[in-house]
């Protein structure tokens, strides 16, 4: 595992360092402007002066807010700073939290993958924030918060994991709050029987939508979450969601029907709910190392979360969601020395990872993006992923049954 003196003096220097470089050119090139953010932070000026929250344009283009009622309570205290200070105490606590977010996804792939003791690990921790870096980029271009949710849902599983069902609950109701469709991730809770974890979930949520209403009243709560789903679906309406693969089918048969993204999406979590049930169904059998049942919920959970760009329409900067699995690919290939799988994922790293204007110029770049291949990539790196982890716990599983 990372020593301490190896965090401090390597990977925290590398993500320090990439902030600070990405901070000083935005703020050289006038580039300082964390969209997302300034619309984060004049919603919640508009609450506190008792103005519109949504269906406001804060910002040009998608410069609604869409996040709920109850989301909008975190961003209160920005308000005490002028937009210029709260922007850049924003954009630092998103990069502590990039930092944070792979040093606990370094931590569970060596719990529960069994992915340990390996050689030059700073290094490789370095090589999957790398691979990362655009998106790092570009979140904290925009201000964003894709990445603290994605921290959320780590340390959700690693409560989950360790038998805290009660804070884990309550860290994925206040990610559900935020960006409902991360729904997705009850599917494992339910199909493993987490009665607690979903109870304490349902709590917080509840908790999460009426709250507003102490501070607004009936009539002008209800009015919110009115504005609020009008907002959504205005917004997915009018989104490509050129990283989904109802984009990339779109691309490919003209005549692709409207509701295929439904089937799309029905037909990918039934997929994953089997995948579920025939881990479970292992774990049951007898000859089974004690660890396979948090390896099985560990990878199930990252999947699902890597999975969500390539099932809704939306920004890919959701592509960072990836992160987890990314990291599990590069420590799985160098520990076990699986170095054909290299070229594969030097591709598809390339066309998920390396699509910016800057390095391959505004043409290629949007051209990689309209034609769906940097959410193709992304769909095939959640296959390989699934195809190492498979070889990864099959191994595993013989070294620890007695009778190999």
């Not at 937009?83 to 939290?97: D, P, Q, S």
């Not at 790398?130 to 603290?148: K, T």
């Not at 987490?194 to 709560?221: D, M, N, Q, S, Y």
Request: hydrophobic letters at 55%; charged letters at 10%; one cysteine or more.
């Amino acid at each position: 595992m990372l020593k301490k003196n190896d965090i401090l003096n390597g990977f925290t220097i590398f993500v320090t360092l990439a902030c600070l470089l990405t901070f000083s050119l935005n703020m050289i090139n006038g580039r300082f402007l964390l969209g997302d953010f300034k619309v984060y932070y004049s919603a919640a000026a508009n609450f506190i002066s008792g103005g519109k929250v949504y269906l406001e344009s804060y910002y040009t283009g998608s410069g609604y807010y869409k996040y709920s009622p109850a989301t909008l309570f975190f961003f209160l205290p920005y308000v005490c700073f002028s937009f210029k200070t709260a922007a850049i105490i924003h954009f630092f606590i998103l990069g502590a939290a990039y930092w944070y977010t792979m040093v606990i996804i370094r931590k569970l792939v060596a719990d529960y993958l069994l992915i340990r003791n390996v050689k030059r690990e700073v290094l490789l921790l370095s090589v999957a924030f790398l691979c990362i870096l655009i998106h790092f980029a570009r979140e904290l271009y925009l201000g964003n918060i894709n990445v603290i949710l994605l921290l959320l849902c780590c340390l959700s599983i690693r409560d989950f994991l360790t038998g805290k069902d009660n804070l884990g609950g309550i860290l994925l109701g206040i990610v559900i709050l935020t960006k409902p469709y991360l729904l997705i991730l009850l599917l494992p809770l339910a199909l493993r029987k987490k009665w607690r974890a979903l109870a304490w979930f349902g709590v917080t949520v509840v908790c999460g939508l009426i709250i507003p209403f102490f501070f607004t009243g009936p009539v002008k709560g209800i009015g919110m979450y009115r504005d609020w789903i009008n907002t959504v679906l205005m917004h997915g309406e009018g989104f490509p969601g050129m990283t989904s693969l109802d984009y990339i089918f779109r691309n490919v048969f003209p005549s692709w029907p409207n509701f295929g993204i439904l089937v799309i999406f029905f037909s990918i979590c039934t997929l994953v709910a089997v995948f579920i049930l025939n881990n479970i169904s292992n774990e049951k059998q007898g000859g089974r190392f004690a660890g396979i049942a948090g390896m099985n919920f560990m990878f199930e959970w990252f999947l699902l979360i890597a999975l969500l760009p390539n099932l809704i329409k939306t920004d890919w900067v959701l592509m960072v969601f990836s992160a987890p699995l990314i990291t599990f690919m590069i420590f799985f290939t160098a520990s076990r020395k699986q170095y054909l799988w290299i070229p594969v994922l030097v591709i598809l790293l390339f066309f998920y990872g390396a699509n910016s204007d800057d390095l391959l110029g505004r043409e290629l770049s949007h051209t990689i993006m309209q034609s769906g291949l940097m959410g193709l990539s992304n769909f095939l790196l959640v296959l390989v992923s699934c195809t190492m982890f498979i070889q990864l716990r099959n191994n595993a599983a013989g070294r620890n049954d007695p009778s190999a």
